[in-house]
């Protein structure tokens, strides 16, 4: 993308030429068009939940003779419609921190077992009531880390592990989550025998508000953020992120972190240059 001026520049009375100044303005074309989608996407995700407790609301107020199970369900609809707001929003906001660096890391020992079976039992009840099945197994490891993130990085992996599995309709459903150390490094995997991603998908789905089928994850109470945010914790460990996936039978996620963080004079400022 190009801006075009045109000044007409007169050298003498007969002589006239016209200078074009051509600028360069692919970059701000670009940012201008990301800020417009971001901004459609986020108005967009919004938008659904409000409607609908909008619509449920105006519903319970014009009759008053509406049946008490049918009112219990529609106020619970907006209560989850609402709680889903308050994450999406969260969610943006906890991202922007993340990506803008002005979210501290605080790295300390971590032991990655007791991580691991604390990220399941979060998960656990999720779990039951889906009918999937998780298990774990782990090398006893301590490594430097934000125990936090990376509590909630693993939760997002496990959580989206469990739901998208309890969407497959036959099958085994099964999610198993390892840690094992290999060199300087470890090694975390999440693993499920849940649908799958298509292939033309695996390199979106890190991106914002990306999701393989809209209706289904946001029927999961997804809005296309959550691996969004698990890429940021893992780029601030300075590790990798990896997903092998095959439609029908499973998909893994590999993260690898380094065991030890090396010196870091201010981790915020090296951040933002990256
Ligand atoms: P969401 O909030 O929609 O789950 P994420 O950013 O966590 O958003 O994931 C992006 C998309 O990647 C999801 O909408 C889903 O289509 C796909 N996805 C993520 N994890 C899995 C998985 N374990 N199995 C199948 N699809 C997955």
Redesign the pocket.
Known sequence: YFSCKMIPVSLSKSEKRIVILMHDITKEHELNEMRKEFVSNVSHELRTPLTSIHGYAETLLNDPDIDPETRQRFLSIIENEAARMTRLINDLLDLERLESGEARFEFQPVDLCSVIKYVLSIVEPLAVQYGVKVEYSCQDIVLEADQDRLIQMLV?LVD??V???SLKETGEKQVKVSAKLQDESVVIKVE?T????PKNALER?FDRF????KGR?RK?G???????IVKTIVDRHNGKIYVE?EVGVG?TFTVVLPVKQGERKDENVRYHQK
């Open positions: 997002n989206n592990a739901k998208y599995t499920d849940g649908p799958g991603i789905i990306y999701r393989v089928d994850s999961m997804g809005a296309g953020l959550g691996l969004s996936s998909t």
